[in-house]
């Protein structure tokens, strides 16, 4: 799949234009905080906000498309406007122009990420994603207490970038941004040289092209997934290129997921399959039919480590879950759903295990976490055609981002199909 900033890359490329304007038609929530220390000079504060509107300017906004939201910290956090609170970029633009630089004496960037993610969590829209963007000039006072806000932020599944400027600590900026730090960390020397980086931003801004990011409201996936029934099972990475709290994330999205499906002996029923150098079934379709029994058992399944043995953990699913002994049914769609962050190390296994398991029938979605993970082999486990059936993510932070769209779309199948072909 391609990602939207490599096409804008190409874009740029061929016309040979570095300062490219990027047009964002993609929705997003977009949250900027910016310091107004009064380690900043007047003067340098506003190339900030020059900064800032020509990046608004590259999104499409209205109260459909991108919403934006605005505070400034120092010494303490100032709200300046809420999403909603204005829906043209005249309006956007304009409540920019009317910030007054407080001029704080300390950079309390902790208070300022409190307020955002709050702020955040209780006006951004579901289903659409979450951009947080953090412009600072030096260090926060408060190092320990700033990471902490920092992630507490991203693991509501909000996406950080920062953009430092001057000669600041690197590391500070990269403990508070989202992974990859390639794409979410940002600096220049100084503050007229930030439109220098404006269209970089903004490609970096604008969600990704394509399923993966496209905005679905969790209340339409519901939908869809009302009186489906069918074999809904797991595959999911346990190796050791995963950090055990980057593991509870994925359980938790795999929990979250699983609510969202109309769970029940005659409906949606869930397995799962857990792998890294070996495969193991946690638990079969046949073992719960309630709800919070499957969620419950879910978030208990535990970490190991090891290598990425993708094909044994596809063989176990065709051999073990999906069969009469454990009460397949054969008459609904079989949905198998992988979730990886690296590259298995016996790819041609991998290969020859996906292509039995879809040859039998099922639908296979394959979710790929983080910068490791191979293009083409999410496309050969997965489905065709892979735009309906890839998905990556820029992290486990990221993974609530995908829920909505990836639910409406596995039980899109199940209305589409019926039974294994
Ligand atoms: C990009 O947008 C900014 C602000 O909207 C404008 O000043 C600039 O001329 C544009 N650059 C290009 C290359 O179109
Ligand atoms: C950071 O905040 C914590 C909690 O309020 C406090 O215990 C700690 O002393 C502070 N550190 C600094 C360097 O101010
Ligand atoms: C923040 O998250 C990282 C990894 O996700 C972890 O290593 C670190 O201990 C966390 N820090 C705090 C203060 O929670
Ligand atoms: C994987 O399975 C093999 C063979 O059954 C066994 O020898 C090995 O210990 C297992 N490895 C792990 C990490 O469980
Ligand atoms: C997959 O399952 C089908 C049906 O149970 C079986 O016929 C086939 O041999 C299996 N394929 C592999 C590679 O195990």
Not at 97 to 112: E, F, R, V, Y
Not at 158 to 180: W, Y
């Given at each position: 799949?391609?990602?939207?900033?490599?096409?804008l890359?190409f874009?740029?490329?061929?016309?040979?234009a570095?300062?490219?304007?990027?047009?964002?038609?993609?929705?997003?929530?977009?949250?900027?905080?910016?310091?107004?220390?009064?380690?900043?000079?007047?003067?340098?504060?506003?190339?900030?906000i020059t900064?800032?509107?020509?990046?608004?300017?590259?999104?499409?906004?209205?109260?459909?498309?991108t919403?934006?939201?605005a505070?400034?910290?120092?010494?303490?956090?100032?709200p300046q406007?809420?999403?909603?609170d204005?829906?043209?970029l005249?309006?956007v633009?304009?409540?920019?122009?009317?910030i007054?630089q407080?001029?704080g004496?300390?950079?309390?960037?902790?208070i300022?990420?409190?307020?955002a993610?709050n702020?955040?969590?209780?006006k951004?829209?579901p289903g659409v994603?979450?951009?947080?963007?953090v412009?600072?000039?030096g260090?926060?006072?408060?190092?320990?207490?700033?990471v902490?806000?920092a992630?507490?932020?991203?693991?509501?599944?909000?996406?950080i970038?920062v953009?430092?400027?001057?000669s600041?600590d690197?590391?500070?900026?990269?403990?508070?941004?989202?992974?990859p730090?390639?794409d979410?960390?940002?600096?220049?020397?100084?503050?007229?040289?930030l439109s220098?980086?404006?269209s970089?931003?903004?490609?970096?801004?604008?969600p990704?092209?394509?399923?993966?990011?496209m905005?679905?409201?969790?209340a339409v996936?519901?939908?869809e997934?009302q009186q489906?029934?069918?074999?809904?099972?797991f595959?999911?990475?346990k190796?050791?290129?995963?950090?055990i709290?980057?593991f509870?994330?994925?359980?938790t999205?795999?929990?979250?997921?699983?609510?969202?499906?109309?769970?029940?002996?005659d409906?949606t029923?869930?397995?799962?399959?857990?792998?890294?150098?070996?495969?193991s079934?946690?638990?079969h379709l046949?073992?719960?039919?309630?709800?919070?029994?499957?969620?419950?058992?879910?978030?208990?399944?535990l970490y190991t480590?090891?290598?990425?043995?993708?094909?044994?953990?596809?063989?176990?699913?065709n051999g073990?879950?999906l069969?009469?002994?454990?009460?397949?049914r054969?008459?609904?769609p079989?949905v198998v759903?992988v979730?990886t962050d690296g590259?298995?190390?016996?790819?041609l296994?991998?290969?020859?295990q996906?292509?039995?398991?879809?040859?039998?029938g099922a639908?296979?979605?394959?979710i790929g976490?983080?910068?490791s993970?191979?293009?083409?082999?999410?496309?050969?486990?997965?489905?065709a055609?892979?735009?309906?059936?890839?998905?990556?993510?820029?992290g486990?932070?990221?993974?609530?981002?995908?829920?909505?769209i990836?639910?409406f779309?596995a039980?899109e199948?199940?209305?589409q199909a019926?039974g294994?072909r």
């Amino acid at each position: 799949m391609m990602k939207a900033g490599l096409v804008l890359c190409f874009l740029a490329a061929l016309s040979g234009a570095q300062g490219v304007n990027i047009s964002c038609s993609q929705p997003a929530d977009i949250f900027f905080l910016l310091d107004d220390s009064r380690s900043i000079w007047t003067v340098y504060f506003k190339n900030m906000i020059t900064f800032v509107k020509e990046l608004v300017g590259q999104f499409d906004i209205s109260t459909t498309s991108t919403r934006i939201a605005a505070s400034t910290f120092s010494e303490g956090n100032k709200p300046q406007f809420q999403f909603g609170d204005y829906n043209t970029l005249a309006e956007v633009n304009h409540a920019f122009d009317t910030i007054h630089q407080s001029n704080g004496g300390s950079t309390q960037t902790h208070i300022g990420l409190e307020f955002a993610k709050n702020s955040i969590s209780q006006k951004g829209r579901p289903g659409v994603p979450h951009i947080l963007i953090v412009i600072t000039d030096g260090a926060s006072s408060n190092r320990s207490e700033t990471v902490k806000a920092a992630n507490a932020t991203r693991s509501e599944g909000t996406e950080i970038m920062v953009i430092g400027v001057g000669s600041l600590d690197r590391t500070q900026l990269e403990e508070i941004a989202s992974k990859p730090v390639s794409d979410h960390v940002f600096t220049v020397r100084q503050f007229p040289q930030l439109s220098s980086i404006g269209s970089l931003v903004g490609q970096k801004a604008c969600p990704d092209l394509g399923p993966t990011d496209m905005p679905m409201d969790q209340a339409v996936a519901e939908k869809e997934c009302q009186q489906k029934p069918a074999e809904v099972v797991f595959a999911l990475d346990k190796s050791s290129s995963i950090y055990i709290l980057d593991f509870k994330k994925q359980l938790t999205f795999v929990s979250d997921l699983i609510k969202m499906f109309d769970i029940g002996k005659d409906k949606t029923r869930v397995a799962i399959v857990s792998f890294s150098t070996n495969a193991s079934v946690e638990f079969h379709l046949d073992e719960y039919y309630l709800k919070k029994d499957v969620t419950d058992r879910t978030e208990k399944i535990l970490y190991t480590g090891g290598n990425t043995n993708t094909g044994a953990a596809l063989k176990l699913v065709n051999g073990s879950v999906l069969t009469s002994e454990h009460g397949v049914r054969s008459n609904v769609p079989h949905v198998v759903i992988v979730i990886t962050d690296g590259r298995s190390q016996k790819y041609l296994d991998t290969q020859a295990q996906a292509k039995a398991l879809k040859n039998s029938g099922a639908f296979v979605f394959a979710i790929g976490v983080g910068s490791s993970v191979y293009d083409q082999e999410l496309k050969d486990i997965a489905s065709a055609p892979s735009d309906q059936f890839v998905f990556e993510t820029t992290g486990y932070d990221a993974l609530p981002s995908i829920k909505n769209i990836l639910a409406f779309r596995a039980c899109e199948q199940t209305s589409q199909a019926s039974g294994r072909r």
